[in-house]
């Protein structure tokens, strides 16, 4: 309801909350939340500054910024290489789908891609990192060989980095993913900063993503 502020149950569902600025929340178990302290979070972040209104129109405006990653040309493309990353997800065991999907948050699948910092291809992979003796594998520009070289990659990360005698396989695998995508020693100082925010540094879900998203 615009403008307003009301609370409605949805039996064994959650809440939703209907905010100022027509903007929905909705809440699932175990999240527990109060009207209060929703309406204490707009009044802190709503609409009315010039940060605040930037992000609102870029993101709640507007929804051209979201892709469908079924559509037309997404799909062409994950058919396009699904076969590589079922091949390189089984030989240095990963899912092939989560590979698949760090592709799309890298690239879109898009082997043309090309960061301003140098990375190439569906993996954005710098071609320095690549040719590094932990991976060994040149000719990036090329779809297979940036998949194979960028699941590699990802086994090194996993292996050498995400060790930790406290952190189990599930958390290993997601740490792996985040610093494919932010760096190892980028990962290494969030999960300083959760401890010392008294948050679990092997665990990513409601512990160090949480200072991730902070920064």
């Not at 100022?20 to 707009?42: A, C, G, S």
């Not at 993996?123 to 590699?152: C, Y």
């Not at 958390?171 to 925010?197: H, M």
């Amino acid at each position: 309801i615009p403008g307003k502020d009301t609370v409605n149950q949805l039996p064994d569902r959650g809440s939703i909350i209907n905010c100022t600025h027509d903007t929905v929340l909705r809440f699932l178990p175990p999240f527990v939340i109060t009207e209060k302290q929703i309406n204490k979070f707009v009044r802190r972040y709503g609409v009315g500054n010039y940060t605040d209104n930037t992000l609102f129109k870029k993101y709640l405006r507007t929804n051209k910024w979201a892709k469908n990653p079924t559509a037309g040309r997404e799909r062409r493309r994950f058919a396009d290489a699904a076969a590589l990353f079922e091949r390189y997800g089984t030989r240095y065991d990963f899912d092939w789908l989560m590979i698949a999907a760090q592709a799309y948050q890298e690239s879109g699948l898009d082997q043309s891609a090309r960061s301003p910092r140098g990375a190439v291809g569906v993996m954005q992979l710098l071609p320095s990192t690549a040719a590094d003796r932990q991976v060994n594998i040149r000719g990036i520009e090329k779809l297979e060989n940036n998949i194979h070289a960028g699941t590699k990659y990802m086994r090194y990360i996993h292996d050498n980095y995400c060790n930790e005698p406290g952190m189990d396989e599930l958390n290993r695998y997601l740490f792996a993913f985040a610093c494919y995508n932010a760096g190892p020693n980028r990962i290494t100082r969030l999960r300083r900063k959760a401890e010392a925010a008294g948050l679990h540094p092997d665990v990513w879900f409601r512990s160090v993503e949480i200072i991730a998203a902070r920064e």
